[in-house]
């Protein structure tokens, strides 16, 4: 029997204790930071709120995966604070964290060197750690080497997407659109800047960087292929749409649209024609002329692209009265229509 038991007891001995996901510490950000110097790490925060959806949710899947804790535990003092409680109010004024969730790396003296905004995956969530300790990848490095001058095309793409992680996005734009300015025209096609080209948050409508594609889209087909070219030509022109819709944002207004659209006929890419059809159908809807309203959507309805639709529901549901048939003609028509369509699909399975 003392055998059995010294076998079971050498057994569990050897069983590997597994994390259980991230370890947060209940102090403030002084004692976190003390004890960072302590055990020279670097500091994590979890800045979230207590009616956030997406904080709920990176505490409930991410923060918990055996991964994501054994990186962060190994390498940080890692702290959540309620932005809205105790000192939340005044460190989040200090940090200037204006999303949920927002993830900062500090240093132990309270400097920031990464923020991350935004739900984030828990492989993408520890590569953003590792950027925060890298030295030359955080975005505190990013930031001072791109202002002391440097403009290495793969430092200069690491700091925009480090602005966008960190939801700086007019940063981001300013600093895409003043590199692309100092480029010759022989270095501005090619691999190498093709994901700052990709990013349509960046190199947007009406952007040089989207300008010049367009203007020179064979050589672009020739360099990184046609279809994915195309992609990205839609991705652009459909966020353009979205923003047109959107209150004038990003300068884009409704009165360009049929400017635009007329541009976008022109440009030889796949996709053109649902994003045409797409564009008429809103300026209609927008009119809210039902007879034009009511024969886009017969004659186009089925080549409108998933996105398509779902940019025109904010549209239909502003408020109370957006399907009232009195002041909302064409909306209220484009229901009935929405309605028709889902029961004939269901009918027929599709």
């Known amino acids: ?6 076998i079971l007891g050498m057994m569990l001995v050897a069983i590997p ?9 209940d102090i403030s950000l002084g004692e976190g930071l003390e004890k960072a110097r ?12 207590s009616w956030c959806g997406p904080c709920k949710l990176l505490a409930e899947r991410v923060f918990t995966q055996n991964e994501v804790g054994d990186f962060f535990n190994a390498n940080f003092i890692n702290l959540k604070i309620d932005m809205e409680k105790g000192e939340g109010p005044e460190l989040a004024e200090r940090f200037s964290v204006k999303a949920y969730p927002t993830m900062l790396i500090l240093d ?14 828990g492989p993408e969530l520890i ?4 950027d925060g300790m890298d030295d030359s990848r955080s975005f505190s490095a990013l930031a001072q080497a791109y202002e002391s001058g440097e403009r290495d095309p793969a430092m200069v793409e690491r700091y925009i997407i480090a602005l966008l992680k960190g939801s700086e996005k007019e940063k981001a734009k300013e600093v895409a659109d003043g590199f692309f300015a100092t480029l010759a025209d022989e270095h501005k096609t090619g691999p190498a800047l093709w994901p700052i080209y990709a990013n349509v948050t960046v190199a947007n409508w009406g952007s040089p960087w989207l300008v010049y594609l367009i203007d020179n889209k064979h050589s672009f ?17 459909t966020s353009m749409f979205t923003d ?28 053109r024609d649902k994003v045409v059809a797409e564009a008429e159908f809103t300026m209609a809807l927008m009119a809210q002329d039902v007879e034009r309203t009511v024969d886009l959507f017969e004659k186009y309805g089925r080549r409108f692209s998933n996105k ?12 109370k009265e957006s399907t009232n048939p009195e002041t909302h003609p064409a909306t209220a028509a484009l229901v009935k229509l929405i309605e028709k369509t889902m029961q004939e699909g269901a009918q027929s399975g599709e």
């Open 244 to 271: 047109a819709m959107f209150f004038n944002r990003e300068g884009v207004s409704m009165a360009m649209l049929p400017e635009i659209t007329e541009t976008i006929r022109k440009i030889d890419f796949e996709g």
């Open 108 to 121: 132990a003296n309270g400097n920031v060197r990464h923020k991350i905004v935004g739900y984030t995956e």
């Open 17 to 25: 204790v597994f994390s259980q996901g991230i370890t947060f510490d």
């Open 38 to 49: 302590r055990e020279n790490k670097l500091v994590f925060i979890d800045c979230y709120t």
């Open 308 to 319: 398509g639709i779902m940019n025109l529901l904010p549209l239909m549901i502003q408020n």
């Open 221 to 237: 087909d020739e360099a990184m292929g046609r279809e994915t070219v195309d992609d990205l030509l839609y991705e652009a022109a």
């Open 1 to 6: 029997m003392k055998k059995i038991f010294l």
């Open 127 to 130: 590569a953003q750690g590792r």
